[in-house]
């Protein structure tokens, strides 16, 4: 049984950091590309970033440079590093796991059950 467990969300002002953490288990975590979606309220869900077997990655503009994600094979762990974070960046943030290599689809095979973020000004 897979699961995708995250942490590290949290309440933050304008301009601070936080440091997601997803962690994994029942899937062979290597092979698999990892990707962060967020969703805000009455907003669909987005692609933040996503980093595959080989370390292609991929960043939503609205991110670019202020995101970083990042894995751990040996913990089977995929971080997400948001500095300079904006209220608009309040959403709840969800890990997933896919198969493919591809790092801008939106098709993944699991998730996680999501950790809110709110961003105060």
């Known amino acids: 049984q897979v699961q995708l467990v995250e942490s590290g969300g949290g309440l933050v002002q304008a301009g601070g950091s936080l440091r997601l953490s997803c962690a994994a288990s029942?899937?062979?975590?290597?092979?698999?590309?990892m990707g962060w979606f967020r969703q805000a309220p009455g907003k669909e869900r987005e692609l933040v970033a996503a980093?595959?077997?080989?370390?292609?990655?991929y960043y939503a503009d609205s991110v670019k440079g202020r995101f970083t994600i990042s894995r751990d094979n040996a913990k089977k762990t995929v971080y997400l590093q948001m500095n300079s974070l904006k209220p608009e960046d309040t959403a709840v943030y969800y890990c997933?796991?896919?198969?493919?290599?591809?790092?801008?689809?939106?098709?993944?095979?699991?998730w996680g059950q999501g950790t809110q973020v709110t961003v105060s000004s």
């Open positions: 997933a796991a896919r198969a493919g290599s591809g790092t801008a689809s939106r098709s993944y095979d699991y």
């Open positions: 980093v595959n077997w080989a370390g292609n990655i």
């Open positions: 029942g899937l062979t975590f290597r092979s698999y590309t």
